[in-house]
């Protein structure tokens, strides 16, 4: 099959970056990214360009322009939904951005031909009749090719939009497969999970930036608070009433609105709604024919509709500078309509300039979803907060302090960031008696060699090591390159890390003993900690009693786990551990079942600020640990409650668990009193050990 001739290689079609023509110009971060990847693609061998600019700033524009810098002759654009396919694809059709932009100019009637592939393993022959390809991994990827891979000089250009999915497999198989020149945009240039997106970061538009030269402008919204129990209509009616409210302001009297529903069964509820409070409005969704949307956009152009319901985001065509208010009655599912929803309130237009406003309630389902979203478009982007102020403050407030804490550490001398880093609580409890003097060998900020970034500490290599300011906590990262023992190839190495913490705590009273909290989950990782701050003549375990009142003082919901450990051997050399697991256990347990035993551990769920978690404790083995995982900042604060637990003990309204089991105490002296008997530990049993006096 013969192929056309290609359109972005035709001299014709007066593409250009620079227009003198009486329309809106490129935004400066459009020319800026569009410059910074032709120097990319001048460098021989040079990496994937990476661009990333904020939601709302222009990504769609850059995409739309690259395949004429490329020359592309085929183009093929991967997306990660069925929606961003169909928006993607019309865009490439109509190439109406870069008309109106003026890269194109308004007498150039040829346009793309353009194919929307779907399903799995289209036709690879028929792709070849067209300039551009737009598909999601699913239906274009050839990781789902199976025996019929396409031929890899099918695409001589890519472009992957929402870069951010490329790490995964799909995605990676697209880049790698085609001997292309390809384009990666995104919005966020980092992931969550530290996962390297593939390709080189060649320019990236700071969202603060686009909110200080005036491109976005905070969002104001407005919760709304519902009563409990409150039914959908009735919150419907609260967030309707807000909004009309709203619109009734004299600054927002050239605004318009967006009523967000998930369903277009419940636009046309919340239409009858608005309708019933005075404002006519139609409903806009994907399922109308490309003339029928025009209709609508060109009614709410003119002013004929004052507000649209809509459901989807971003309908093909629908720019509408004067929306400033949003009705979000309906949450999104993820988290990138939500991004564009909030990026298309924040944008700015100077014939439009008052702020928008976001209205929603503050209910069980529509209010902790939004906040939820906000605080992931935080976590990608921390001026998200700055765009939609007020949802998420206290956990912006919490996150700032986390990290400033956090960043306190010694700085980092390789990619180990310490606000990245978020320890189990957990520790080994030991004492020290304050008498001595002592202090662990870092409490003047000092390190020893052994902890010195790539020496060899506790069989791995050190990444990194440092103290807080107080020098009251050592941080320490070990890595170690491993490789599966059945496997003799490179090819399946992998990283195995392990976090050690040291903590330690001078007690406020001399009758009190200064704790060192060890936070390592490796009992060799352990003893060389101790070694390495010089606590080897100094640390002993901590008192099992003291250990359980400590954990005691906890207000527990209900146990889940008991053992006990009898205190003689049941037979020569063996000891006699029980385990006792269920709903009923401090009830269910019979005197018989611990007659002559000690507590050995126990497991119970505690009430938290972040709702129910376990704690456990280990008497004997002087451990304590919770199944959370906190910033550093936080690890101080649990580091230190623990401390103050282990010192001064309360009793909780549940009061001690099963108080008739012995715990065991440390003796720091011999007693003064004649003994009368002695249980010799199980573990020296057989081992030429006797005691004097023995039967006497």
Same mark, same amino acid.
């Given at each position: 099959?013969?192929?056309?001739?290609?359109?972005?290689?035709?001299?014709?079609?007066?593409?250009?970056?620079?227009?003198?023509?009486?329309?809106?110009?490129?935004?400066?971060?459009?020319?800026?990214?569009?410059?910074?990847?032709?120097?990319?693609?001048?460098?021989?061998?040079?990496?994937?360009?990476?661009?990333?600019?904020?939601?709302?700033?222009?990504?769609?524009?850059?995409?739309?322009?690259?395949?004429?810098?490329?020359?592309?002759?085929?183009?093929?654009?991967?997306?990660?939904?069925?929606?961003?396919? /169909?928006?993607?694809?019309?865009?490439?059709?109509?190439?109406?951005?870069?008309?109106?932009?003026?890269?194109?100019?308004?007498?150039?009637?040829?346009?793309?031909?353009?194919?929307?592939?779907?399903?799995?393993?289209?036709?690879?022959?028929?792709?070849?009749?067209?300039?551009?390809?737009?598909?999601?991994?699913?239906?274009?990827?050839?990781?789902?090719?199976?025996?019929?891979?396409?031929?890899?000089?099918?695409?001589?250009?890519?472009?992957?939009?929402?870069?951010?999915?490329?790490?995964?497999?799909?995605?990676?198989?697209?880049?790698?497969? %085609?001997?292309?020149?390809?384009?990666?945009?995104?919005?966020?240039?980092?992931?969550?999970?530290?996962?390297?997106?593939?390709?080189?970061?060649? %320019? %990236?538009?700071?969202?603060?930036?686009?909110?200080?030269?005036?491109?976005?402008?905070?969002?104001?919204?407005?919760?709304?608070?519902?009563?409990?129990?409150?039914?959908?209509?009735?919150?419907?009616?609260?967030?309707?009433?807000?909004?009309?409210?709203?619109?009734?302001?004299?600054?927002?009297?050239?605004?318009?609105?967006?009523?967000?529903?998930?369903?277009?069964?419940?636009?046309?509820?919340?239409?009858?709604?608005?309708?019933?409070?005075?404002?006519?409005?139609?409903?806009?969704?994907?399922?109308?024919?490309?003339?029928?949307?025009?209709?609508?956009?060109?009614?709410?152009?003119?002013?004929?509709? /004052?507000?649209?319901?809509?459901?989807?985001?971003?309908?093909?065509?629908?720019?509408?500078?004067?929306?400033?208010?949003?009705?979000?009655?309906?949450?999104?599912?993820?988290?990138?309509?939500?991004?564009?929803?909030?990026?298309?309130?924040?944008?700015?237009?100077?014939?439009?300039?008052?702020?928008?406003?976001?209205?929603?309630?503050?209910?069980?389902?529509?209010?902790?979803?939004?906040?939820?979203?906000? /605080?992931?478009?935080?976590?990608?982007?921390?001026?998200?907060?700055?765009?939609?102020?007020?949802?998420?403050?206290?956990?912006?407030?919490?996150?700032?302090?986390?990290?400033?804490?956090?960043?306190?550490?010694?700085?980092?001398?390789?990619?180990?960031?310490?606000?990245?880093?978020?320890?189990?609580?957990?520790?080994?409890?030991?004492?020290?008696?304050?008498?001595?003097?002592?202090?662990?060998?870092?409490?003047?900020?000092?390190?020893?060699?052994?902890?010195?970034?790539?020496?060899?500490?506790?069989?791995?290599?050190?990444?990194?090591?440092?103290?807080?300011?107080?020098?009251?906590?050592?941080?320490?990262?070990?890595?170690?390159?491993?490789?599966?023992?059945?496997?003799?190839?490179?090819?399946?190495?992998?990283?195995? %890390?392990?976090?050690?913490?040291?903590?330690?705590?001078?007690?406020?009273?001399?009758?009190?003993?200064?704790?060192?909290?060890?936070?390592?989950?490796?009992?060799?990782?352990?003893?060389?900690?101790?070694?390495?701050?010089?606590?080897?003549?100094?640390?002993?375990?901590?008192?099992?009693?003291?250990?359980?009142?400590?954990?005691?003082?906890?207000?527990?919901?209900?146990?889940?786990?008991?053992?006990?450990?009898?205190?003689?051997?049941?037979?020569?050399?063996?000891?006699?551990?029980?385990?006792?697991?269920?709903?009923?256990?401090?009830?269910?347990?019979?005197?018989?079942?611990?007659?002559?035993?000690?507590?050995?551990?126990?497991?119970?769920?505690?009430?938290?600020?972040?709702?129910?978690?376990?704690?456990?404790?280990?008497?004997?083995?002087?451990?304590?640990?919770?199944?959370?995982?906190?910033?550093?900042?936080?690890?101080?604060?649990?580091?230190?409650?623990?401390?103050? /637990?282990?010192?001064?003990?309360?009793?909780?309204?549940?009061?001690?668990?099963?108080?008739?089991?012995?715990?065991?105490?440390?003796?720091?002296?011999?007693?003064?009193?004649?003994?009368?008997?002695?249980?010799?530990?199980?573990?020296?049993?057989?081992?030429?050990?006797?005691?004097?006096?023995?039967?006497?």
């Amino acid at each position: 099959m013969s192929e056309p001739e290609a359109y972005y290689q035709r001299d014709d079609l007066g593409f250009q970056l620079f227009s003198t023509a009486d329309v809106p110009a490129w935004r400066p971060p459009q020319l800026a990214a569009l410059g910074a990847i032709l120097s990319q693609w001048s460098l021989a061998g040079s990496d994937r360009p990476l661009v990333s600019v904020p939601t709302g700033v222009g990504k769609t524009a850059i995409a739309l322009a690259a395949p004429f810098l490329a020359s592309a002759q085929r183009v093929l654009v991967v997306v990660p939904t069925k929606e961003l396919r /169909r928006q993607m694809t019309a865009q490439f059709k109509s190439q109406g951005v870069l008309r109106a932009i003026g890269a194109l100019p308004e007498s150039t009637v040829d346009r793309p031909r353009v194919m929307e592939a779907s399903g799995r393993s289209p036709d690879w022959d028929e792709l070849r009749t067209v300039d551009v390809v737009v598909g999601i991994p699913a239906s274009i990827s050839p990781a789902h090719s199976g025996d019929s891979p396409p031929p890899d000089d099918l695409f001589d250009f890519v472009i992957v939009d929402e870069a951010h999915h490329a790490p995964a497999v799909t995605w990676l198989a697209i880049l790698e497969h %085609y001997q292309a020149r390809s384009l990666l945009l995104t919005a966020t240039p980092h992931r969550r999970d530290r996962k390297r997106i593939p390709g080189a970061l060649v %320019y %990236y538009y700071p969202l603060r930036q686009a909110l200080d030269e005036g491109l976005y402008q905070p969002v104001t919204p407005q919760v709304v608070d519902v009563p409990d129990g409150a039914t959908k209509e009735q919150i419907d009616h609260a967030v309707a009433t807000e909004v009309v409210a709203v619109l009734k302001r004299p600054e927002h009297a050239s605004s318009q609105f967006l009523v967000r529903a998930s369903t277009k069964a419940r636009a046309e509820q919340l239409a009858q709604l608005y309708s019933d409070l005075g404002h006519e409005v139609p409903v806009l969704h994907s399922g109308f024919g490309q003339r029928r949307q025009k209709e609508i956009v060109e009614d709410l152009r003119t002013g004929d509709h /004052r507000g649209v319901a809509m459901v989807g985001m971003l309908v093909e065509g629908f720019d509408l500078p004067s929306l400033r208010v949003a009705a979000y009655h309906d949450k999104h599912k993820s988290l990138e309509p939500t991004a564009q929803l909030v990026g298309r309130l924040a944008r700015v237009d100077r014939k439009f300039p008052q702020r928008s406003v976001l209205v929603t309630a503050r209910d069980i389902d529509v209010y902790p979803h939004l906040e939820g979203a906000v /605080r992931e478009l935080y976590l990608e982007d921390r001026d998200w907060a700055v765009v939609l102020p007020g949802i998420v403050d206290g956990f912006v407030e919490e996150d700032l302090k986390n990290t400033e804490y956090a960043r306190s550490f010694d700085e980092p001398t390789g990619d180990i960031d310490p606000a990245h880093i978020f320890p189990l609580r957990r520790a080994k409890i030991m004492e020290v008696e304050p008498s001595l003097g002592w202090a662990p060998s870092f409490h003047d900020g000092s390190l020893p060699q052994e902890l010195a970034v790539g020496e060899r500490f506790a069989g791995q290599r050190v990444l990194y090591a440092g103290t807080n300011p107080k020098h009251s906590t050592l941080l320490v990262v070990t890595g170690e390159r491993v490789r599966p023992r059945w496997n003799s190839s490179e090819q399946l190495d992998s990283m195995d %890390y392990d976090l050690h913490v040291v903590s330690f705590r001078q007690a406020g009273q001399t009758e009190q003993p200064d704790l060192l909290l060890i936070n390592s989950k490796r009992n060799s990782a352990q003893t060389d900690l101790i070694r390495v701050i010089e606590a080897e003549s100094v640390a002993r375990p901590a008192d099992p009693s003291r250990v359980q009142e400590a954990f005691d003082s906890l207000e527990r919901l209900s146990v889940s786990s008991v053992g006990v450990r009898s205190t003689y051997g049941a037979t020569r050399g063996t000891p006699s551990y029980k385990m006792f697991a269920g709903s009923a256990i401090e009830s269910g347990i019979r005197d018989s079942d611990t007659a002559q035993a000690s507590l050995g551990h126990a497991m119970v769920q505690v009430a938290g600020d972040g709702g129910a978690f376990t704690a456990g404790v280990s008497t004997g083995k002087s451990k304590y640990w919770e199944t959370r995982y906190t910033p550093l900042r936080l690890y101080e604060s649990f580091v230190t409650e623990l401390a103050e /637990r282990y010192w001064y003990p309360s009793v909780p309204p549940s009061g001690p668990l099963l108080p008739h089991i012995h715990r065991g105490s440390t003796l720091t002296t011999w007693p003064d009193s004649d003994v009368l008997a002695v249980t010799l530990d199980h573990a020296l049993i057989g081992a030429e050990w006797t005691i004097d006096g023995a039967g006497l």
